[in-house]
């Protein structure tokens, strides 16, 4: 038999601030899996918030929670601001306004090429989460959270 320790799959404990759409918030870790191809924290963060899994174990407390994906409005990444990842994306400035009629404002970060750098192709991407920069911080919102997004006049 093998012994346990032997099965162990290499994780990253990342903390974040999940924001739950009642308006509750939990501060724990989550944990990243090991993926030598996802080297950036952005690329990690979109593998465990895209991936197929309905839940995700949150540990606030000596017991882990298992938060539904679904009930998510927003997840903030504790992490160093000058990740170079966040520095090469398209950047347009928005407000976000939520289901509950909460807002927040700042930069929405997208991976897109040139020709697709229209906001609507931005907020048209397959992935469930977008990706901003609000207050300094990295936030990951739920697409399923929002009722419309406003871009700033320029």
Known sequence: ??????????K????VTVY??????????IFLEYNPDLRTLHLKMMAFLENKTDFF??????????ISKSAVRMVEVHSPEDEAAFNIMHVEL??????????VSGDLLADVPDQRKRLSDCLNL??????????GKICY??????????????
Do not use: H, W
């Open 126 to 135: 397959s992935d469930r989460f977008l990706c901003t920069r609000t207050y």
């Open 94 to 103: 928005v407000t976000v306004i939520f289901r509950d009629g909460t807002q």
């Open 20 to 29: 739950l759409l009642g308006g509750d918030t939990i501060e724990g870790n």
């Open 1 to 10: 038999m093998a012994d346990q320790r032997e099965l162990v799959v290499p």
């Open 57 to 66: 174990p949150l540990s606030s407390s000596p017991t882990p929670e298992f």
């Open 141 to 154: 919102i739920s697409k399923q959270a929002i009722l419309k997004v406003i871009t700033a006049a320029k």
């Open 12 to 15: 990253e404990k990342q903390l």
